[in-house]
């Protein structure tokens, strides 16, 4: 019997990062230069209900039944079953290997389960559409971050520009124009929730402080929505900039992130902020490609553990 093979890219926000779970809209692409893969082999012999799981990055190398309570490898076989009407996995063989830094606001998580979801589903015969793959990958999300919005396993699943409002119909963006980032690694590991789960508090404690401020980045998010429709990426470097101060008055951003935004900026990036759950992980920038390079050296030379460059394409 064959290996069933699936991958899925990473991810970026461009906009409405923590403001998205509170209702306002979030822009999001994906970023192919990374991925997540996971390959399923039927193991011929082999007793039902036996699948033996490798997932190098995390050091896992186990039968799936002997993992902890709540890991979001069985979590995710589980809920793949369960929406597919299986009881047992035949006995098989799920290896997961992922080029996406984790901890990093690249959609490591969302990616591997995505990944994961289609593979299993394809071994099983009933390979998922997207709607519903998404809707699987969301239910592990919540594994990982608590309260997410939703819009890490929708992009990564539709692997497109989306446009993203929490309990509303996706919306697919069509770009006359491509763009060009630079995303910089901080080399902090950031987990979103507890970003998101501090924001909470912070919000319950003084709604009349933050509720304009996700209003505000809210309106960056339609405005960058109009400049990438209408074939103006240009325009988004000023937007990046004030989303930017905005994250940093909700205590999202660090030293680390501060200083690659700022060392982006010289370089002659257009524009530049943080990019997820903050406190660590990545920050991006807005260039044109001819100064894509001398930008990325420039985050390396300021403290980047790693950049990559990657145009978003029509």
Known sequence: MPAFTATAPGKIILFGEHAVVYGQPAIAVPVRQVQARAVVQALPGEKAGRVHIQAPAIQVDARLEDLPPGHPLPATVSETLKELQIERLPAC?????????????????????????RALSAFLGCPLPDERVSAVAYEIEKLHHGTPSGIDNTVITYARPVYFVRQQTLQTLALPAPFTLVIADTGVPSPTSLAVG???????????????LFEAIGGLARAARHALESGQPELLGRLMDANHTLLQQLTVSS????????????????????????????????????????????????????????????
């Open 198 to 212: 501090d924001v909470r508090r912070l919000w319950q404690a003084q709604r009349g402080y933050y509720d304009p």
């Open 93 to 117: 063989s799920i290896r997961i290997t992922s080029t996406i830094p984790v901890a990093a606001g690249l959609g490591s998580g969302a990616a591997v389960s995505v990944a994961l979801i």
């Open 255 to 314: 030293p680390e992130l501060d200083r690659l935004v700022s060392a982006a900026r010289k370089a002659g990036a257009s524009g530049a902020k943080l990019s997820g759950g903050g406190r660590g992980g990545n920050m991006i920038a807005l260039v044109g490609a001819d100064r894509a390079p001398a930008v990325s050296a420039a985050l390396l030379d300021a403290g980047a553990v790693r950049t990559i460059i990657t145009q978003v394409a029509p």
